[in-house]
């Protein structure tokens, strides 16, 4: 009910959260590079290589140690490629945020 005494029936979403995965990030940065939102072609292809390597190294079971020195390394590359203005602030805020909750998890 607002202010006015307007009352609204209750409305129900359904909505699902899922885990974040090197993969989907990686889909979402070749999308970013599809949209125009990553300029230089440099940026998604160090990404591209970056998570193909680490998504290997899932697959290999090696120690969360190295894959979160990873997510670091490409952390601390992002921010190269923000000050160089190679990637829009969307593009940015979103491959930062993924990569955190990539190391996060």
């Known amino acids: ?5 307007n009352e609204e029936e209750t409305k129900e979403i359904n909505f699902k959260i899922v885990e974040p995965t090197a993969e989907y990030l ?6 970013l590079y599809g949209q125009g939102e990553i300029y230089k072609l440099a940026v998604k292809n160090y990404f591209d290589a970056q998570l193909n390597m680490v998504i290997k190294k899932q697959e290999e079971k090696a120690g ?17 490629y923000q000050v160089k203005y190679w ?10 945020i993924g990569l955190i909750n990539l190391r996060d998890k």
Do not use: C, F, R, V
């Not at 969360?64 to 190269?80: A, R, V």
């Open 1 to 5: 009910m607002d202010k006015a005494g």
């Open 26 to 31: 990686l889909d979402k940065i070749n999308k």
């Open 64 to 80: 969360d140690k190295i894959i979160k020195q990873k997510y670091l390394e490409m952390l601390k590359m992002l921010e190269t």
């Open 87 to 96: 990637l829009s602030q969307s593009a940015y805020d979103i491959i930062k």
